[in-house]
Nanobody, 113 residues
Framework: EVRLVESGGGSVEPGGSLNLSCTASGFTFGHYAMIWVRQAPGKGRELVSAISSGGSLVYYGDSVQDRFTISRDNAKNEVYLQMNNLKPGDTAVYYC??????WGRGTQVTVSS
């Protein structure tokens, strides 16, 4: 059974940090690029970041460039999203996905004072 489980979400004040994790099982994790996508209330899904299967190539959306860092550990079947200097506009449900094929259920991130 394919599973992607996100963790690490929560509520923080503007300027704070969170580190999201996504643990995968049921497929060959190291063969897939991984992405983080977020969806804010009333808005469509937004690609936040992506990382190639080996971790050598990364992508960041303009809104998170220089604040978020994506990484992965293929030995642990995990992908991470370090989020710094969080802003209220980062409030959303964050999903991890494998090559847009397999999806987790998401973790809520709320940035508010």
């Amino acid at each position: 059974e394919v599973r992607l489980v996100e963790s690490g979400g929560g509520s923080v004040e503007p300027g704070g940090s969170l580190n999201l994790s996504c643990t995968a099982s049921g497929f060959t994790f190291g063969h897939y690029a991984m992405i983080w996508v977020r969806q804010a209330p009333g808005k469509g899904r937004e690609l936040v970041s992506a990382i190639s299967s080996g971790g050598s190539l990364v992508y960041y959306g303009d809104s998170v460039q220089d604040r978020f860092t994506i990484s992965r550990d293929n030995a642990k079947n995990e992908v991470y999203l370090q989020m710094n200097n969080l802003k209220p506009g980062d409030t959303a449900v964050y999903y991890c996905a494998a090559d847009n094929l397999y999806w987790g259920r998401g973790t809520q991130v709320t940035v508010s004072s």
